[in-house]
């Protein structure tokens, strides 16, 4: 549970400082795992409420022809977020079609959508969630009454309230001491009473891994951990952009074979694309 | 219900209903404050159903509140004289319900302390952004109201002398002209303020009605007419239990306090009947088209687990069996039948309130999202747990009480300038 996944992958093109933060996190990591990180060693932290850069539309585009729904997407957002049990940023969606013997499963990871016009943002009753100029939806913490309209509202599921569950609920064991690092760290470790637990949390395609221009270091944990290089992540605004863990063009894989997002006519215009099976 | 009764019923017997009602307020308030210090885990509410049985009391109570402010606007605004009595009554149950709501979604947050956020930091596209402004103008209007409403009745028990004398010119608030010239001043500023009042309080509502109906994600909510049955109910709630209340507690000549509980109940019953149309429209569109994620969610109401709720609460005990007494040619006439016809009213609303709700949220947002993580909080289905009905149970007791308590401490009844006639004496 608690051996957050580093595990090495194709080098991308912008990402120059990426492989010495690299080390350096999975130092970090293996020492989290061990309940000796300190908050000091989770890598630079960055504001909470830090905007992105404008010339970006992160998204995804993930190939489920590729997919061999070994979920490792979830455990490794498990591993990067902290999330404790009963919130999920990520999960994996399985169906079985058709009646026996003629049956189909059917498999997709749903991170957030990270939709251009959210219904999580639009109802937040104090603009705690909010669009960052590069499309990433996120949650000010401090601003956020734990309402959970926006749970309500979100058709894709992908909003968890922090009841305040532990993955083991005794005091003072390490499981507990490993802070998160998402928003930068700023929240660390959880404690009773204090955000994030009673806020409503999500998937911010990591948007702690980025630098201070809002480039990726290294890409959302989920995309990093796909063995199968399914998720692919990248600039959706700039037709060459290219996925910052396996060097495609996006909007090449888009045009390919043709493509979907989940409830489309709902008209969320989500940033994260399927290619299907 | 022995409450139902015109005259008090045994001493024994309402001693044992107010302990009833201690205990429950007690176990509540052990309830909020356990919530309080140790957050949200107490609850049953999941990531599928984060709206549960607080959400639905709240609208509940405020929709109780919107109608009988509504109500009261017949008196003071439509100059609707023959209801005179019962206006600071409608006007203390519309702030009562109000504050009971208020606890009730305050408890429902996360972080409760930082409620002042809505409005500080206030989202305009969002509907509970607008809902918790016109709260706030809406209570305004009601305290206002209730005191300019119950002036010169304060005004004449403060000079009367007597123990609670001290008190009663505290809530004067220093003034004391009963002057004809005063109460007409009196009068154009409750006109004033329930012209203002009307569309606050729709908003209030409405704007409640809103929050859900702007929820595309849940199919049932999703619908223009959702915040019209949310008003239209809410006035047949507001008038069921303000006709209870009236057969409980008006103090009015026998012959005027009939006059007006059976205007009341013939008023709760049309509403009742255009809320019954309201109703019937929506789920004959819905099935008839039958879109799949939007006809799910009815058929969670109609034909679910609990569709008890809707046909034994809402429809038969909160809709249809006071339609017929009222309408009925020997209970349409007796006080005690009448006042029955309100309880169950109001009882009814409880379940149209969780039908609401709760139905809606049900199904997952996909179908096998419940079996994608494996935790309480993923489960599938949701039903209140002990916590839950503790506060629920807990905070009507407390209203109830506070009820009680506030009503012998305020002139509510006897408007019509009776100064010798001994309204206190007569509860006890």
């Given at each position: 549970m608690a051996t957050p996944q580093d595990t090495p992958f194709p080098p991308s093109p912008p990402a120059e400082s990426r492989r010495e933060f690299l080390a350096g996190r999975a130092a970090t990591a293996v020492a989290g795992a061990l309940a000796v990180a300190s908050l000091g060693g989770c890598g630079p932290a960055s504001p909470p409420a830090q905007e992105g850069s404008a010339a970006r539309r992160w998204g995804m585009v993930i190939d489920l022809?590729?997919?061999?729904?070994?979920?490792?997407?979830?455990?490794?957002?498990?591993?990067?977020?902290?999330?404790?049990?009963?919130?999920?940023?990520?999960?994996?969606?399985?169906?079985?079609?058709?009646?026996?013997?003629?049956?189909?499963?059917?498999?997709?990871?749903?991170?957030?959508?990270?939709?251009?016009?959210?219904?999580?943002?639009?109802?937040?009753?104090?603009?705690?969630?909010?669009?960052?100029?590069?499309?990433?939806?996120?949650?000010?913490?401090?601003?956020?009454?734990?309402?959970?309209?926006?749970?309500?509202?979100?058709?894709?599921?992908?909003r968890s309230f922090d009841y305040g569950h532990d993955y083991i609920e005794k005091a003072g064991n390490p499981y507990n001491e490993i802070p998160s690092s998402?928003?930068?760290?700023?929240?660390?470790?959880?404690?009773?009473?204090?955000?994030?637990?009673?806020?409503?949390?999500?998937?911010?395609?990591?948007?702690?891994?980025?630098?201070?221009?809002?480039?990726?270091?290294?890409?959302?944990?989920?995309?990093?951990?796909?063995?199968?290089?399914?998720?692919?992540?990248?600039?959706?605004?700039?037709?060459?952009?290219?996925?910052?863990?396996?060097?495609?063009?996006?909007?090449a894989l888009l045009a390919h074979r043709g493509n979907y997002r989940l409830k489309e006519e709902l008209g969320n215009e989500p940033a994260v694309y399927y290619l299907p099976v | 219900m022995s409450e139902s009764n015109t005259h008090a019923p045994a001493g024994g017997l309402r001693l044992l209903g107010y302990l009833v009602l201690a205990a429950l307020s007690l176990v509540g308030l052990k309830a909020i404050i356990g919530t309080l210090a140790d957050g949200h885990g107490a609850l049953a509410t999941t990531q599928h159903v984060p709206w549960g049985l607080w959400v639905a009391l709240y609208i509940f109570f405020l929709g109780l509140s919107a109608g009988s402010f509504l109500l009261s606007t017949l008196i003071y605004v439509f100059g609707m004289k023959s209801l005179k009595p019962v206006g600071p009554l409608a006007l203390l149950q519309a702030l009562g319900c109000l504050l009971l709501g208020g606890l009730l979604i305050i408890l429902d947050l996360g972080h409760p302390a930082r409620l002042a956020n809505v409005i500080l930091h206030m989202n305009p596209t969002s509907a509970m952004a607008w809902m918790g402004i016109f709260y706030n103008l809406y209570i305004l209007v009601v305290l206002v109201e209730l005191y300019l409403a119950m002036r010169p009745r304060l005004i004449e028990l403060a000079s009367a002398g007597g123990a609670m004398s001290r008190w009663y010119c505290l809530l004067t608030l220093g003034s004391s002209n009963t002057s004809a010239a005063a109460l007409a001043r009196d009068q154009g500023w409750l006109k004033a303020l329930g012209i203002l009042g009307i569309p606050v309080a729709i908003a209030v509502h409405g704007g409640v009605g809103a929050i859900f109906a702007v929820t595309k994600a849940r199919a049932l909510w999703y619908s223009g007419l959702f915040p019209i049955i949310f008003l239209i109910s809410a006035l047949a709630s507001g008038g069921a239990l303000l006709t209870f209340l009236s057969v409980v507690t008006l103090k009015v000549p026998e012959e005027q306090k009939r006059k007006i509980v059976r205007l009341l109940a013939r008023l709760t019953t049309g509403i009742l009947c255009f809320d019954l149309l309201l109703l019937a429209s929506e789920i004959l569109v819905v099935f008839y088209g039958g879109l799949p994620h939007h006809a799910d969610g009815w058929r969670q109401v109609l034909f679910g687990p609990y569709s008890w709720v809707f046909w034994g609460l809402q429809l038969a005990l909160g809709t249809l069996l006071p339609i017929l007494i009222v309408g009925g040619r020997r209970t349409g006439q007796s006080m005690k039948w009448l006042g029955f016809a309100g309880l169950l009213g109001v009882?009814?609303?409880?379940?149209?309130?969780?039908?609401?709700?709760?139905?809606?949220?049900?199904?997952?947002?996909?179908?096998?999202?419940?079996?994608?993580?494996?935790?309480?909080?993923?489960?599938?289905?949701?039903?209140?747990?002990?916590?839950?009905?503790?506060?629920?149970?807990?905070?009507?007791?407390?209203?109830?009480?506070?009820?009680?308590?506030?009503?012998?401490?305020?002139?509510?009844?006897g408007q019509e300038h009776s100064a010798t006639a001994s309204s206190g004496g007569g509860e006890a």
């Open positions: 022809r590729r997919c061999v729904a070994c979920k490792a997407c979830v455990a490794s957002c498990k591993s990067e977020n902290k999330t404790p049990p009963g919130v999920a940023y990520n999960v994996f969606i399985e169906e079985e079609q058709g009646t026996f013997p003629y049956v189909r499963r059917v498999a997709f990871t749903r991170p957030c959508m990270q939709c251009a016009k959210s219904s999580c943002a639009q109802v937040c009753p104090t603009g705690a969630t909010y669009h960052r100029a590069d499309g990433i939806v996120a949650v000010d913490y401090e601003k956020c009454i734990g309402c959970r309209y926006c749970i309500a509202a979100c058709p894709y599921g992908a998402e928003y930068g760290a700023s929240y660390g470790l959880r404690h009773k009473g204090g955000s994030p637990e009673g806020n409503v949390r999500k998937c911010t395609f990591c948007l702690h891994l980025q630098d201070e221009k809002g480039e990726y270091r290294e890409p959302p944990a989920c995309v990093r951990t796909c063995m199968g290089k399914a998720i692919h992540f990248g600039d959706l605004k700039d037709p060459e952009g290219v996925c910052v863990a396996h060097g495609e063009k996006m909007q | 009882l009814g609303i409880i379940g149209a309130r969780l039908n609401i709700v709760i139905p809606a949220q049900i199904t997952p947002m996909f179908p096998t999202l419940p079996e994608a993580y494996h935790h309480m909080r993923y489960a599938y289905g949701y039903f209140p747990n002990s916590t839950e009905w503790q506060v629920g149970l807990g905070v009507c007791a407390l209203g109830w009480l506070a009820f009680v308590l506030v009503r012998k401490c305020l002139p509510l009844d």
